[in-house]
Every structure is written in C-alpha cells, then in structure tokens.
C-alpha cells in the first residue's frame, strides 16, 4: 500500500536521480535533509524512556531535528558534503558490490577483512572523486541515492525495521536489482544530458540560490552549476 510517506520518498528519490546534479545546491540539500531525517529516525528508540516525550512525538521531533541539522550541514559545507556524499556512495558500492566478488570463497576473518578492506575502498574512491570531480561525483551519488528511494529499494518499512533493531542491516538492497539500476541508469544519463545540451543554465535561472555551487566544471574548467 502506498502511504503519503512512501509516495514522498519515491517523489524525492526521483527528483534526486534525474535533476540532482542540475540544481546541486537544492541536491545536496534535499540529500543532507534525508541523511539526517533518518538517522534521527534511527536514534529515536534509543531515547525512548530518556525523555518524557510521548514515543510518537519524540520520533517526529527527532526526525525534524534531524533533517534541519542535515540540511543546513549540507547547504552550508556544500564541497565537503559532495566529498561526504561520494564517500558514503563508494563505501557502499565497495562492501555490496565490490567486496562479494573477493570475498564470496573466503571465509572468517580473511572474508571479513576483504569486506572491510572493500569498503574502505570504496569510501576513499569515491571522496576522491568527490573532491577531484565534483559535478560527476554529484551526478552519480543522486542518482544513485534517487534511484534507492524511487525504486522503493528503501521503504518507511525498512526504516522501521532498522530503528527497531538499531542496526542498518535492512537499509542493505541489492544494487542489482532491475528497478534499481533502471531509475540509476535513466537518472545519470538524464542528469549528464541536462550538462550537455545545455539545460541546467535555464534550470538555475528559475530557481534561486542555485548558482551557489561553485565547484569546478569536470570537463572544461569552467564554473559548474
């Protein structure tokens, strides 16, 4: 059944996947917002009984709280979220893609520590790239996180399941997933599409604040939406 939060989450996951890079400010934002708003949803729990809040009300403060703290991270650091956001990113993409493929005959420990070294992989790759090719890093990490939301690969279902468990084991989905990587693909190439032909300078001009990013252009040097 499709409940007014699920319809938002997908409606957000597709605005990330297919124009996020082309509006990155209202991007990185919206990224920042729903990072925070879930890990205020995870914590919750964790105070019930800690405060004398009805259980409902502390859940919807906390995840307000935590999309406010989110968002204005994200808009205020705008370079180190999209480092952030690539790291995050390319650590998942390590453990969950990279990671079975070496580690799928070993067992233990040495299938642990290639898991681990996987996804510290991961995560250096993709703040690199993050840091070195900003605009790029941006395309794939929305639509990659877009697609997750979009694709229903992450629910309120899962959230409830990894708040109730503290762990974010079901946050986990599989990348490859005919859905997902549908809404990746379309999304990316939509996004790099919007950058070639030329749309995201009217996409900017009718929203404000937009042309606050600044980060260097990948291709030519240029300033970059």
Known sequence: MITPLSAGLVVAGLLLAFVGAAVSVYAVTLTGVLVGAGAGYLAAPNLVGLIAVDG?????????????????????????AVVAIGGL????????????M???DAAGMEGTLLLVG???????????????LSRTTLVVSTAFIGAAFASRSI?????????AQTTVEPLLFDVTAPAF?????????????LFKFGYVTTLVGLLPGARRWT???????AEST
Do not use: C, I
């Open 56 to 80: 409902l009300v502390l859940t919807g403060g906390a995840v307000a709280l935590g999309a406010a703290v989110g968002g204005f991270l994200a808009y205020a650091g705008l370079s180190f």
């Open 89 to 100: 990113v390319g650590g998942f993409g390590g453990r969950f893609a990279v990671g079975p």
């Open 102 to 104: 070496y580690a799928t």
């Open 118 to 132: 996987a996804t510290l992989a991961g995560v250096a790759v993709g703040a690199l790239f993050g840091f070195v």
């Open 155 to 163: 629910t309120p279902a899962t959230l409830d399941a990894a708040a």
């Open 181 to 193: 990587l549908a809404v990746f693909a379309l999304g990316a190439l939509s996004q790099l599409g």
């Open 215 to 221: 980060a260097g252009d990948d291709e030519d040097g």
